[in-house]
């Protein structure tokens, strides 16, 4: 029997919640592979003229050519067209019925295929970088549960939770973004933020229902003030204890080497030593107005989540 690729995926609310910071994080760690938000490879890596982490072109990269190159040997335009079509069509949050009645037994050929390349490019990733787990940052819900489900994969699923106010506040700022036309990312408005927020965290919270003790859901807020505690439980889940930690002293510092990252925050592409600080800037700066759109539609899941109404942090 073939040895399962070990996978760990992390799922969050659709962009600024910190989801590259962990995964880079996370691939510092000896045997683990960060590969950003692999989902992306098709439409923007090799369809696009997205940048790896490298600063090569995703397509141009050596890395991801012998992955791709292994991974699907035969047919790549096609495969490549199938799966970005496929995302589009069929594994987004609102036509999740699709990998619903795909789970419940209506199979459906296309999206086993789909899931059978995402496997192949994990193996390959696998075999190429020699590590032992894969951190796959597509955040994803839909994703996510289409490939819990693949016995070929040891999945796990890590649930990284941010504050409403704190994403829908960076959603309102213009960061530029190599690879994407316009050259920034996108930009959106608080009540739209916080409805994606509650959607894309209650498909995520499904996932425990799914993958049990293979579920973890860490808060952003922890990771950033307390890194080196945040990666120690994450090891702790998966059973591994590791043979360095990559935070450095007390000012939460971490030394960014070269990752093949197909896409995610433009800090992927940061190197050297950085210190890991809390982006806690809307807390102070949010407009009352703003504050009170990314609250209201997010209110089903705050307290769930363990956040509160209050604005300001509370002094200790």
Not at 85 to 102: D, E, I, M, N, Y
Not at 242 to 265: A, D, F, K, R
Request: glycine content about 8%; proline content about 6%.
């Amino acid at each position: 029997m073939t040895e399962r690729t070990k996978v760990i995926y992390i799922i969050s609310a659709g962009g600024r919640s910190g989801s590259t910071l962990l995964s880079r994080i996370l691939g510092q760690v000896d045997g683990f592979c960060d590969v950003g938000e692999l989902r992306q490879i098709w439409s923007r890596g090799l369809l696009g003229s997205a940048p790896c982490g490298c600063d090569s072109l995703v397509r141009e990269c050596t890395f991801w050519s012998s992955v791709v190159n292994s991974a699907i040997p035969s047919g790549l335009d096609e495969t490549v067209s199938s799966a970005a079509r496929l995302q589009k069509t069929k594994l987004r949050t609102r036509r999740f019925h699709h990998v619903a009645l795909h789970l419940a037994g209506l199979n459906s050929p296309e999206l086993d295929r789909y899931a059978s390349i995402v496997v192949s490019l994990y193996r390959a990733i696998a075999k190429e970088s020699g590590a032992t787990y894969i951190v796959d940052s597509s955040k994803n819900p839909i994703d996510a549960l289409l490939l819990s489900n693949r016995a070929d994969l040891d999945f796990y699923a890590l649930h990284l939770v941010r504050d409403p106010r704190g994403v829908a506040f960076s959603w309102r700022k213009k960061v530029p973004q190599p690879g994407r036309p316009g050259g920034f990312m996108n930009t959106r408005k608080p009540v739209f933020s916080s409805l994606q927020w509650t959607l894309w965290n209650l498909f995520g919270a499904v996932m425990k229902t799914r993958c049990h003790d293979k579920y973890l859901r860490l808060q952003y807020e922890e990771l950033a003030r307390d890194p080196a505690a945040a990666i120690a439980t994450v090891l702790h889940w998966i059973g591994e204890a590791p043979s360095s930690q990559p935070i450095i002293g007390p000012h939460n510092q971490i030394e960014l080497g070269v990752t093949h990252s197909v896409w995610g925050n433009p800090n992927r592409h940061v190197r050297g030593r950085v210190e890991i600080v809390p982006d806690e800037e809307w807390r102070k700066s949010m407009a009352r107005s703003d504050y009170i759109q990314a609250t209201v539609p997010a209110l089903p899941l705050l307290w769930v989540f363990g956040y509160r109404m209050a604005r300001r942090p509370q002094v200790k």
